[in-house]
T-cell receptor, first 115, second 115 residues
Framework: DTAVSQTPKYLVTQMGNDKSIKCEQNLGHDTMYWYKQDSKKFLKIMFSYNNKELIINETVPNRFSPKSPDKAHLNLHINSLELGDSAVYFC??????????????FGPGTRLLVL | AQSVSQHNHHVILSEAASLELGCNYSYGGTVNLFWYVQYPGQHLQLLLKYFSGDPLVKGIKGFEAEFIKSKFSFNLRKPSVQWSDTAEYFCAVNAGSNSGYALNFGKGTSLLVTP
C-alpha cells in the first residue's frame, strides 16, 4: 500500500535522449511536487502543482516539464537529457499547499544516470 | 537571500551520545518548519514539524526540536542516539507563497552512529 510511488526506480540513458518518470499517489492529496537531489544530497524544488496552478522553480530548464493526467499522477518529462541531469528525483504530495503546514509525503526516488 | 542553513554537514557519534543538529533560516513572516530523515537507500520521512503553539515539538523515535523565533532557529535534538539513527537529516522551511508553496531544504547533515 505504497502512498507515493515512482517508476522507474533506476534509469540509465544516453545524453540527448528524452525520458519520463512517473509518479502516483493514493493519498487523495490535491498537490504534488517534484524535487531534485544532487550528488551532494542537496534537495531542491522543481515544481509544485495542483489542479489549479503550476508553480515552476525559475532555475529549472524548460527541458523539464510536468504532466498531470489526473489528480493522482504527476509525471516528469525530460527532453534532450544532459550529463548534469544525473540526480535522484523525488516526487511528493500533500493535502494542499496554501498554508504551508501540510506534511509532504515522499516517494522512493528515481535515480537517473545520464551517460 | 532566503535560505535554510544546516551547520553540521557530517556528525559522528557513539551510541548513547546526545545529538543536536543546528538549523537556521532566513525567511521573513510566518514559517512552517520541518525535519525530515532519509535512512540509507530509503525515501524521506517526516520526523517532526512546527507551525504554531508550543515551540518545543516532539517527533517520532525520540526526536524533538525547539523553535526559537528570535534566533531564526529550529534545532533537532535526541538525548541518546542509537546505531539505527544513522541517516541524512534535512531541515526544511515552508513559508507559503514566500517559498513557492514548497519545502526549501538545508543541505543536510549526515549522521553516523558507531556502536
Amino acid at each position: 500500500d505504497t502512498a507515493v510511488s515512482q517508476t522507474p526506480k533506476y534509469l540509465v540513458t544516453q545524453m540527448g535522449n528524452d525520458k519520463s518518470i512517473k509518479c502516483e499517489q493514493n493519498l487523495g492529496h490535491d498537490t504534488m511536487y517534484w524535487y531534485k537531489q544532487d550528488s551532494k544530497k542537496f534537495l531542491k524544488i522543481m515544481f509544485s502543482y495542483n489542479n489549479k496552478e503550476l508553480i515552476i522553480n525559475e532555475t529549472v530548464p524548460n527541458r523539464f516539464s510536468p504532466k498531470s493526467p489526473d489528480k493522482a499522477h504527476l509525471n516528469l518529462h525530460i527532453n534532450s537529457l544532459e550529463l548534469g541531469d544525473s540526480a535522484v528525483y523525488f516526487c511528493a504530495s500533500s493535502q494542499d499547499r496554501l498554508a504551508g503546514v501540510e506534511t509532504q509525503y515522499f516517494g522512493p526516488g528515481t535515480r537517473l544516470l545520464v551517460l | 537571500a532566503q535560505s535554510v542553513s544546516q551547520h553540521n554537514h557530517h556528525v559522528i557519534l557513539s551510541e548513547a551520545a546526545s545529538l543536536e543538529l543546528g538549523c537556521n533560516y532566513s525567511y521573513g513572516g510566518t514559517v512552517n518548519l520541518f525535519w525530515y530523515v532519509q535512512y540509507p537507500g530509503q525515501h524521506l520521512q517526516l520526523l517532526l514539524k512546527y507551525f504554531s503553539g508550543d515551540p518545543l515539538v516532539k517527533g517520532i523515535k525520540g526526536f524533538e526540536a525547539e523553535f526559537i523565533k528570535s534566533k531564526f532557529s529550529f534545532n533537532l535534538r535526541k538525548p541518546s542516539v542509537q546505531w539505527s539513527d544513522t541517516a541524512e537529516y534535512f531541515c526544511a522551511v515552508n513559508a507559503g507563497s514566500n517559498s513557492g508553496y514548497a519545502l526549501n531544504f538545508g543541505k543536510g547533515t549526515s549522521l553516523l552512529v558507531t556502536p
